[in-house]
């Protein structure tokens, strides 16, 4: 009987502790470049901006690609850092090739460093769940969340916002106080279309209102003044044309290199031995891009110290892309948008928005890298951030005293 009683008091008081605990909803929306709610109706996000913080802009890292800036948000940490440095890259020291299409690759943890925010969580008590966030499916430092998805882009959005809430519906000690969403719109519609057309303004405008949707479903649980939401995207969109490609292939002599990793509009090149300087004379003469050795990469790009960059990198000048071969590529590919650009280059930023008991109300702060999400996240939840490259200013601008730069 005294084993029953103490028993049933340790889960009381568990129960009690976690009645004070902050949860957080954190979504994803691919490619939402930080003006559409400015271009288009977004009573939604709107109504978050009066509500609780927003952010002029949210930066991407170098290079403004997918994989490397979503696991940007969720360790911390810089590309260059972290290791997946590209959508597509060479890890020489495994003799390997990482890609998006390379499902080996794609799932090996060996590519993955740092320790991302579910990892983080969970380490400290927190359960987490992930609806398709980049690296949530892989065992990273033998860790995952409690709750994940393998990818499947056909499963809708509404389905989607569905199983987020239900799980936040569980029973207190089951439920996750970290729920991670991703959406791969509006990306594809603008890489299909273009980042100013009406068939971006759609999808646009769609996933406003899913977030009206999951706000209410939120507001609607018996613990809604604990959870905070926060809204952000990868990267932005450039509009691109066929008319505007630099055929590298037309340049640098095949047997001059070892390694070519594409992925429009950023490039990591490796020489043979003897042919270094021919590759870099021979890029430093073409038009219409940038290139570095990597190791001498400007600061302000956190970018290039990693084996992974090789020994040059390239990034096509706003509005241009970049190609080995012209007759390699499909037109529609390089005719409406893209992004992967030098982060001055503001098309290529994202959004921020967040709402909850921990964030100031219509608070708008400068725009700031999209790294610091992570300490973000850390600081709602009341856990111990990893090693990072955060900016510590942005907690006092979303949780301090707005007048504070």
């Not at 056909?154 to 916002?161: G, K, W």
Request: net charge positive; charged share 20%.
């Amino acid at each position: 009987m005294r084993k029953i009683i103490l028993s049933t008091l340790g889960l009381l008081f568990a129960v009690g502790l976690f009645a004070q605990e902050q949860y957080v909803v954190l979504v994803s929306m691919d490619g939402f470049r930080w003006d559409y709610s400015q271009m288009y109706h977004t009573p939604n996000l709107d109504k978050m901006a009066r509500e609780g913080v927003s952010a002029k802009s949210l930066v991407p890292c170098f290079p403004s690609k997918t994989f490397p800036n979503h696991y940007s948000m969720a360790t911390g940490l810089y590309p260059d850092h972290h290791g997946i440095v590209n959508n597509s890259f060479y890890a020489p020291e495994f003799n390997e090739s990482f890609s998006l299409s390379n499902l080996k690759a794609k799932y090996d943890p060996k590519f993955y460093g740092g320790e991302p925010i579910w990892n983080t969580a969970e380490r400290q008590g927190v359960k987490a769940a992930s609806f398709f966030w980049v690296g949530s499916e892989i065992p990273i430092n033998g860790r995952q969340p409690s709750i994940w998805k393998p990818y499947d882009g056909a499963v809708p959005f509404s389905d989607r916002v569905d199983s987020v809430v239900s799980w936040l519906k569980r029973p207190v000690l089951d439920r996750p106080r970290l729920v991670l969403l991703y959406f791969h719109e509006p990306d594809k519609v603008s890489h299909n279309n273009g980042p100013m057309c009406k068939e971006t303004k759609v999808v646009v405008e769609e996933l406003d209102s899913l977030i009206g949707v999951l706000r209410a479903k939120l507001n609607a649980l018996p613990h809604a003044e604990k959870v905070s939401l926060i809204v952000v995207s990868d990267h932005g969109m450039a509009p691109i044309s066929i008319d505007r490609v630099v055929e590298l292939g037309k340049r640098i002599k095949p047997e001059w290199v070892d390694q070519v990793q594409a992925d429009n509009p950023a490039m990591n090149i490796k020489a043979k031995t003897h042919f270094f300087d021919s590759v870099y004379n021979a890029l430093t003469c073409t038009p219409h891009i940038k290139v570095w050795k990597s190791k001498e990469m400007p600061e302000r790009l956190n970018y290039g110290k990693n084996p992974r960059t090789l020994d040059f990198t390239v990034v096509a000048d706003s509005l241009w892309s970049i190609t080995w071969r012209l007759r390699s590529i499909k037109a529609e590919d390089y005719s409406k948008g893209t992004h992967g650009y030098d982060p001055e280059y503001k098309a290529m930023h994202g959004i921020f928005y967040a709402c909850g008991p921990m964030f100031k109300s219509g608070t708008l702060t400068r725009s700031f890298e999209n790294l610091n999400v992570y300490n973000i996240v850390c600081r709602v939840l009341g856990i111990t951030p990893s090693h990072n490259d955060g900016d510590p200013k942005v907690l006092d601008w979303i949780f301090g005293d707005p007048s504070k730069k």
